[in-house]
Every structure is written in structure tokens, then in C-alpha cells.
């Protein structure tokens, strides 16, 4: 903060209480364009100071937005005491006669303000039947209560005609109620039908409280909560508040200003202080481009992500490191930009994704473009894939995203992924381990083509080297290789993308549920002990969908292939240059390999009767 700026806000801050009073000399009506002068608690939207609820006033129907909740109602006329308007959302409702009526929230009465709306028709939203309204007791409300109709999760009442506002304790714990307008006539109109009665275009009668005109004669705010209060109230305060409110605020501002000078100072001293985080973040990343060089990714400023996101308007997808927008570079180049929450240590998985992933260029990689690294904020632009990620096209589970891939669809996206992972593991001048390969992280593009992304996990290490220095398990549950939990099982190696690898062809052949097992009630299944089991003896493994020999080879080696890749000891498993062989070659002469000692424990498949299917 420059002392220029320091000095406005403390001549600001110094002048409050007067620049307060005489921003209550508020007009005693607004002039609001079609609508003619309007009074408090109305005012425009340019003095919006001046009254309760602002009115747009210039150009278009004027609109209104009533209450806290800000329902907003286009205004026709307005009154001392009246205000009339049409409810375009309401007008809907009544249109589709749809069933969200928990959509429209009752205008709130305070001690500022209270509202009514007469005629108007009473219901209840119960999220279960209610005996006590169906049976008209005494208990509630006099008048005929009717079931209008069962909604997903709640049932709806009405009772006509019926003004009456409820009161807490006076109906069904589990009702809420909520009032809507009606014609005034109902001659000839269907009772038994609500939709019939409510309309869109309707009065609502407002009553402004003593104590709110006080407030604002005093040059105060009424609040809208439900409790009164008055904010801002210069009415009744002596010369010395104001001197008193005054002082308080000069020092205030000069303690502010004394502690931005040693701030200052401190810094231009080289002392850390509480920056030595934000101070590291910025040092490590601006070493790793300078060690890029010419070859350093592309960086954006903050702004630049919100012109590309278009204000982060579409969001492709949620996770634990953030959130992803769709964007759109100005060579019209469509991007996902993924924005990261919270800062972990020095940045280091943020500035690890950057480094690894800069350091690749293959067709089965998503590709980088460029990042952002501006203060608290972080994000990295990668190419847009339309088909989002894998995991959607190989879990059903009742989801809307869920598509259907054949059987030469997903050999294809298998092969694809191997080819990534041997490129990672020995195309780039330093090997890269992934450490988080599954579903999640693998996109497809327009064409299904597989790319490997999220490289936060990823571990740098020399071709020569086979064994890495490893500090704490990372990776999915799931997908993790058994040497990564307990070193016990092995040393840690690109053998454990291998592991991770298996473990998700697996799934893309039968991680649907869809195996054709009958069990009893007591015994526990896992799918590469019932597949190993099943090719051990040569059965039939019961393919669902396969209509020619060489589909039925493809889905045959994609098993073999992951029994293989999640071997326990990772000095059995292939290399994934071996695995492309494997999956490419003639599955007569794929080997069966040994059962493996499973890691993950098995998990129940009781009352489990699907196919085995894309």
C-alpha cells in the first residue's frame, strides 16, 4: 500500500461521521421514470441508500426485488401502500402447472416492513402425509385443506379462500407453508384446481413500521432482519459521539499506517516474516523457468483466467485439488483450465505438475499450454477433451454422463494408455513415474483417443535408475501397488504405474459390476480371482455384446494383460514396452501368469447378477 493511498484512506475514515450525515439528505420522492415519484421504503436504484428496495427505474419494465431473499417482481404501479406487479417466474409455474412450489418463498414480515397479499390461497408443502390437515382438526387452521397432489419427496395442501397467516406451532412439524395469489372472481373456475385460481399479476400491500420512518427520518437504515435495528442512526447523537467516533477512527487508521511502514521496512530488510511461504512459492517457481529457458510453458496473469474461463462461467468438473472451467484461448483454441484451491508446503505439487508435465509431448498426453502463478492463485490451461474422462464410460451406476464403448473401443483406449506409459517411462529424457493412473485421470478426446493428465503425484527420476526414493505412500485406494504401502513387497519403481495400470484395464473389463456369478449369501468374490480362475481352466468367460472372434481376442488379452501387470512382486509384471507387445500380439501366445497374491481385499458381489459387458 503506497503512502498516497494510506493518506486518502485516512482522511476518508477521519471524515466518516460527516460524510455519513450528509448522506442521509435523501429527496422525499425519487422520480422513477414510468412509474412516476416513488417514497421510502422504495427508492432507485441510483440512491440506493434512500430506501428499503431499490427499483430499476431506467429503461425496460421496472423490476423490483422484495426481501432478503430477493425475489424480483416487474412493477406496474406503485402507491402510499400499494405496490402492483407480475411474477414472471410464478406465471411460468401456473403456465407448466409444474410441481416446484418450493421455489417461492413468503414475502417476510419485520418490525420494518410487513407485506400481504390479498386474495391469496394458503399450502403446505409436508414432506410426508398429514393426517392433521387431511382431517380437519381443530388443531390447525379453519378451513377445507385438500391433498392437491404427491411431488417427489413431499406432498402439497391447499386450502381456498384462506388469508390467514400461519403461525409457528400452529401447523405440521414437518409442513412449510407458503401463500400465493388469486383472481378475485372465481366464478367459473375450477376449485378442485389451484392453477386454475393463482395469477401472476396480483397487489401486495406493504405497512412501513413507526419506528422504520424514525429511522429514516434520522437519516437511518431499517434492517430486514427480524429483530429491528436501525443502522447508520445520526438522530439523537451528541457533538462529543461524533468527536469520540471520530478519534476512534483516526487511530485506527494511523495504527494501520504504522503497521503497513514496518511492514515495509521489514521487507526491504530481507526479513521473511509471515510472507516466507508466498516468498519461497515465487522463488522456487521462478527458478524452474529460468531453468527452462526458451522451453519455460506459457504464463498467464490472473486476469488472463478470468478472460479465458469468461468469469470461470462453465464448470466441467470438481475435485479435491479444485475445480475445472471450460475456456477459450483468443486464437479460439477451446481449453480446460484447472484451478487449484489451497496451498500445500511450498507449492511443490503445483510447481511438480508443471515440471513434469512441460517435459512431455506425445499424442497419449494431454497437452500443456501454459499455467498461472500470481499470489494466492494457481491454475494450469491444458487442450479441452470433449469426452471428459474414462471413468464415466465404464461405470454405469445409474448415471446420466454413462455412454456405451464396444469391446474394440476400449482395446483401443487400452493400447493408448500403455503407449502414454511407456513414453513416460522411457521416451522422455528422465523417466517419469505417474503414481495416480485410473479412470479419473484419463481423457478422451473427440475421437476417443486416451490422454494421461494430473501429474501432481508424478516423481522425476534417471533412466538408469530402477528404484525410487519413495517418503509416504501416494496414489488412489485401489489402484495403488502394494510396494508403495510396505516396502516389504518391493522396492518403488515405474513397476508401480505397471500395478496401477492392470489394476484399471481390469475394471474397464468388469468394473460395471457386470460378471455373471451366482454365490450364496456367505461368500466374497473378487473379479481377478473369479477371471483367473475361470481362463485357468479354460471356461467360458461369459462376454456379453462380443460378436466376432476378434473382439473376443482383444477383451481376452486386455485380461490377461492386467493379471499379469498386477503381479505382487513388481519384478514380475511386465515393462509396459512388453505390455504393448502383449496387447498387439496373438493372444494364443499370451502365457496365463501366475495367480496373483491379490493386495486389495476382496470385496462382496452378493446379489451381483450382471454380464460381463461393455
Not at 211 to 224: E, K, P, T
Amino acid at each position: 500500500m503506497g503512502f498516497s493511498s494510506v493518506l486518502l484512506a485516512f482522511i476518508l475514515v477521519s471524515h466518516l461521521p460527516v460524510l455519513r450525515s450528509s448522506a442521509t439528505s435523501c429527496p422525499s420522492s425519487i422520480d422513477c421514470g414510468s412509474l412516476g415519484p416513488i417514497k421510502f421504503p422504495f427508492t432507485s436504484t441510483a440512491h440506493p441508500s434512500c430506501g428499503l428496495f431499490p427499483v430499476t427505474c431506467d429503461g425496460g419494465v421496472p423490476q423490483v426485488a422484495l426481501g432478503s431473499e430477493g425475489i424480483t417482481y416487474q412493477v406496474s404501479g406503485l402507491s402510499d401502500d400499494t405496490i402492483k406487479v407480475n411474477d414472471p417466474a410464478l406465471k411460468s409455474l401456473i403456465e407448466f402447472t409444474g410441481c416446484d412450489f418450493s421455489s417461492y418463498i413468503n414475502l417476510p414480515n419485520t418490525l420494518s416492513v410487513s407485506f400481504t397479499i390479498s386474495p391469496s390461497v394458503t399450502f403446505f408443502q409436508c414432506l410426508t402425509s398429514s393426517p392433521e390437515l387431511e382431517n380437519q382438526t381443530d388443531k390447525y387452521f379453519i378451513g377445507n385443506y385438500t391433498r392437491f397432489r404427491g411431488c417427489q419427496g413431499y406432498t402439497v395442501y391447499y386450502s381456498y379462500p384462506n388469508n390467514q397467516v400461519p403461525t409457528p406451532g400452529s401447523y405440521p412439524l414437518n409442513c412449510e407453508f407458503f401463500q400465493l395469489p388469486v383472481v378475485s372472481s372465481v366464478e367459473g373456475r375450477n376449485l378442485s384446481d389451484p392453477f386454475s385460481l393463482l395469477t401472476s399479476d396480483f397487489s401486495i400491500g406493504f405497512h412501513v413500521s413507526e419506528a422504520c420512518l424514525a429511522c429514516h427520518a434520522n437519516g437511518g437504515q431499517c434492517s430486514h432482519a427480524r429483530d429491528f435495528q436501525c443502522l447508520n442512526d445520526s438522530g439523537g447523537r451528541s457533538k462529543l459521539a461524533l468527536i469520540l467516533e471520530t478519534a476512534i477512527s483516526t487511530v485506527g487508521i494511523m495504527v494501520i499506517l504504522l503497521i503497513c511502514i514496518i511492514i515495509k521496512k521489514l521487507r526491504q530488510s530481507g526479513c521473511t516474516f509471515f510472507w516466507k511461504t508466498k516468498t519461497e512459492n515465487y522463488r522456487n517457481i521462478e527458478a524452474f523457468l529460468k531453468n527452462c529457458g526458451s522451453l519455460s510453458p506459457k504464463r498467464y496473469t490472473y486476469s488472463d483466467i478470468k478472460k479465458i474461463t469468461n468469469c470461470f462461467r462453465t464448470k466441467l468438473g470438481q475435485g479435491g485439488f479444485g475445480c475445472v472451467f471450460k475456456g477459450n484461448l483468443e486464437n479460439g483454441c477451446l481449453v480446460a483450465v484447472k484451478v487449484l484451491k489451497g496451498l500445500k508446503g511450498n507449492g511443490d505439487e503445483f510447481i511438480n505438475e508443471v515440471a513434469t508435465i512441460s517435459r512431455t509431448s506425445h499424442v497419449h498426453i494431454v497437452t500443456f499450454l501454459g499455467f498461472c502463478f500470481e499470489g494466492c492463485h494457481r491454475a494450469l490451461i491444458y487442450e479441452f477433451m470433449p469426452n471428459g474422462s474414462l471413468d464415466k464410460f465404464i461405470h454405469d451406476g445409474g448415471s446420466s454422463t454413462y455412454r456405451h464403448l464396444g469391446w474394440d473401443a476400449l482395446y483401443q483406449i487400452a493400447v493408448g494408455i500403455a503407449r502414454g506409459l511407456e513414453y513416460l517411462h522411457r521416451g522422455c529424457n528422465t523417466r517419469i513415474v505417474h503414481f495416480d493412473i485410473k479412470p479419473q485421470n484419463i481423457l478422451l478426446n473427440e475421437d476417443f483417443c486416451p490422454k494421461i493428465c494430473d501429474f501432481g503425484l508424478a516423481k522425476l527420476c534417471p533412466q538408469k535408475e530402477s528404484i525410487i526414493s519413495l517418503v509416504g505412500a501416494r496414489g488412489t485406494v485401489g489402484y495403488i501397488a502394494p510396494e508403495v504401502f510396505s516396502r516389504n513387497f518391493g522396492g518403488v519403481s515405474h513397476k508401480s504405474d505397471v500395478y496401477s495400470y492392470g489394476m484399471m484395464v481390469l475394471e474397464m473389463v468388469g468394473g460395471r459390476k457386470n460378471i455373471s456369478v451366482e454365490v450364496d449369501g456367505t461368500s466374497e468374490i473378487y473379479f481377478p480371482h473369479w477371471v483367473y480362475r475361470h481362463l485357468e481352466l479354460d471356461e467360458e468367460l461369459g462376454f456379453h455384446g462380443v460378436i466376432d472372434d476378434e473382439a473376443n481376442a482383444s477383451a481376452r488379452k486386455m485380461i490377461i494383460v492386467g493379471l499379469w501387470c498386477i503381479q505382487t512382486d513388481p519384478s514380475q509384471r511386465p515393462s509396459m514396452s512388453r505390455v504393448v507387445e502383449m496387447l498387439e500380439g496373438s493372444p494364443e501366445s499370451l502365457q496365463i501368469p501366475p495367480k496373483p497374491f491379490l493386495f486389495s481385499p476382496s470385496r462382496s458381489l452378493v446379489h451381483c447378477s450382471t454380464t460381463l459387458a461393455p
